[in-house]
């Protein structure tokens, strides 16, 4: 199984970031080749000096087609995806593969992540050599069998945890250009409701989160997951998929996330929506009533409880919305 992945790494143009992902796709024997789907005028040749890196041309803006264009251009059977700001720990394709070969059936081989806050402002820092002692994305996530109901409860998967099978794929099996945020989330669950994905709990990289990254919008985060949820839903679900009462209290869970991001931002209007909807859906979380307490304090005084509530919640797993 060696030398036949496709990585896929969407790149907004040369950077350490994007050299430290480089390196750790380059080092695992199993990568066959690099598709860096960038504007090549923006990258040093340096970048494309080894023979199996390839750069694709963008065929529109946004991460989605820049994925797609990565997985039309792709010779392997295994399509793996990397963002330029993460790296691969040693270990990770050939455990995805392992598992891969485990469970022929698989569209999807997915495993948990480490969360790295980098410190620099151009995000340049040189990934932790020892990542254990860092916080992970899913660490309640036990491995095996990832179902639709799974998912619909909640997303453990982070797009470069990924390989997909490429002869289970469907040409309609792309990320949606129309979802400018959470498309990864929008595509699992539509491979979830027909064919088999699998969860490895071992971390296999590390998340660089940094000024900037999607992996710090817990607005755009939540506002995308509402959005796929709710058209998912909409387009008719099997019976078993979520009872009623776990849909509410999972819209609730992400309309709570959006009201206090948008407190966090000053957007009282919109907190103050999301909160409408939050404690419609989970009329007895206190948490909710808290933050419509919050929306009315003086803005400084606001901020410092929020600022102090993070302080509080920055030791949890994902460092989020508490």
């Known amino acids: 199984m060696s030398g036949d992945v496709s990585v896929i790494l969407p790149a907004r143009g040369d950077s350490a970031h994007l050299r430290h992902a480089l390196s750790s796709a380059l080092a695992c024997p199993e990568t066959a080749e690099v598709l860096l789907v960038a504007d090549r005028d923006g990258l040093d040749p340096a970048v494309l000096a080894d023979p199996r890196v390839r750069a694709v041309a963008r065929t529109a803006p946004g991460v989605s087609a820049a994925r797609n264009a990565g997985i039309a251009a792709a010779r392997g059977r295994y399509l793996a995806f990397l963002d330029d700001d993460d790296v691969w720990l040693p270990g990770h394709l050939e455990r995805a593969l392992e598992l891969a070969r485990r469970r022929p059936d698989a569209v999807l081989v997915g495993c948990d992540a480490f969360l790295w806050d980098d410190p620099t402002p151009d995000g340049s820092a040189e990934p932790p050599a020892d990542p254990t002692g860092l916080p992970r994305h899913s660490p309640d996530v036990p491995g095996g069998v990832l179902t639709l109901r799974r998912l619909l409860l909640g997303n453990p998967v982070t797009t470069p945890s990924v390989v997909l099978v490429r002869e289970h794929l469907d040409e309609s099996d792309r990320f949606d250009p129309a979802l400018d945020h959470m498309e990864d989330y929008d595509l699992w669950l539509r491979l979830a409701r027909d064919r088999r994905l699998i969860y490895d709990a071992r971390p296999g990289l ?81 948490k909710n009533w808290a933050y419509a307490a919050l929306g009315v304090l003086p803005a400084a005084l606001r901020r410092r409880v929020l600022a102090r509530g993070r302080r509080l919640t920055s030791g949890n797993r994902r460092g989020g919305p508490a």
């Open 206 to 286: 590390i998340v660089r989160r940094r000024q900037g990254s999607a992996s710090r919008d817990w607005r755009r985060m939540a506002e995308g997951s509402l959005r796929v949820l709710e058209r998912f839903r909409a387009a008719g679900l099997p019976e078993a998929a979520l009872t009623e009462a776990e849909w509410r209290a999972r819209l609730g869970a992400l309309w709570h996330d959006l009201a206090y991001a948008c407190l966090v931002e000053d957007d009282l209007a919109t907190a103050r929506g999301a909160l409408g909807h939050a404690i419609r859906h989970r009329p007895l979380r206190v």
